[in-house]
């Protein structure tokens, strides 16, 4: 038996699809994969963003974008049906695209909440089923296929923020990791969640603009995550080295769900 490197956390000749791709933490998972040899789909609903990261991240591997808008049914089957035509099975599914919404909570409106719930835990849902045929395709107890749900440390803990949907979405996502981890692990998949601190994104930018200061002072580790932090776990999750691991959620963030800093 060996434990070499290259074969512990080897990606290179999977297949993968990463939601919410072109920008933020799905371009930074998506780079990670396509600089190692994965084979990786991105989707996102803005079709000259998804393109344009597509362009980019072939510079260094296979990148191919179809856009889609996997909130609405419509979208999400017309997405499922160009991967069936183009890929017989798929090894890794990311499943990151979110939206957040901010409102207090006496004006948090209707719609705010119904479109966090929609994108954040019911596609996450609807996708990973309507994908299981190719998810399995290739999947065995010792080469399982990977499912990795896009959480948040807002669903570990309690938000400063009001985001009431965002947060309440993620710890949804958190529970629904562990269901289907339990629930397909016969079928030959792992499902695990990786839950971000801060990171640059476009939901991000504006907390970032005004607040970055005190949350790198805040942060444990002093700073805000970057992209190799997300690759690395992402390649991680999808490697043989984690292929005994599943129903986890990973907090991602300088260790800040457990407290503010203590010099």
């Not at 999947?139 to 440390?153: D, K, L, Q």
Request: charged letters at 20%.
């Amino acid at each position: 038996m060996s434990f070499s490197i290259s074969e512990l956390f080897s990606v290179a000749g999977k297949t993968a699809i990463v939601t919410g791709g072109s920008r933020g933490i799905g371009k930074m998972i998506a780079q990670g994969y396509v600089e190692n040899g994965v084979k990786t789909y991105i989707t996102a609903r803005k079709a000259e963003a998804c393109a344009a990261t597509a362009a980019e991240l072939s510079a260094k591997g296979t990148c191919i974008a179809l856009p889609a808008d996997l909130s609405s049914d419509e979208g999400r089957r017309a997405f499922v049906d160009q991967i069936k035509q183009r890929e017989s099975k798929i090894d890794i599914l990311v499943n990151n695209a979110g939206a957040a919404w901010g409102a207090s909570f006496e004006e948090y409106p209707d719609e705010g909440y119904d479109k966090v719930m929609d994108i954040n835990v019911r596609a996450i849902f609807m996708l990973t089923r309507d994908l299981m045929p190719l998810l399995t395709a290739g999947a065995t107890m010792e080469n399982p296929s990977r499912v990795i749900n896009i959480g948040s440390i807002d669903g570990l803990r309690v938000s400063t923020s009001d985001n009431f949907a965002y947060g309440a979405s993620k710890a949804a996502v958190h529970f629904l990791t562990k269901n289907l981890a339990l629930r397909l692990a016969p079928k030959g998949l792992t499902v695990n969640a990786i839950a971000p601190g801060a990171f640059e994104s476009k939901m991000m930018a504006a907390t970032l603009d005004k607040f970055q200061d005190k949350i790198e002072r805040e942060n444990p580790l002093g700073r805000i995550g970057c992209a190799e932090d997300m690759a690395g776990l992402a390649l991680y999750l999808a490697s043989n080295a984690s292929k005994y691991m599943t129903g986890q959620v990973i907090a991602l963030d300088g260790g800040r769900h457990l407290g503010a800093r203590v010099d």
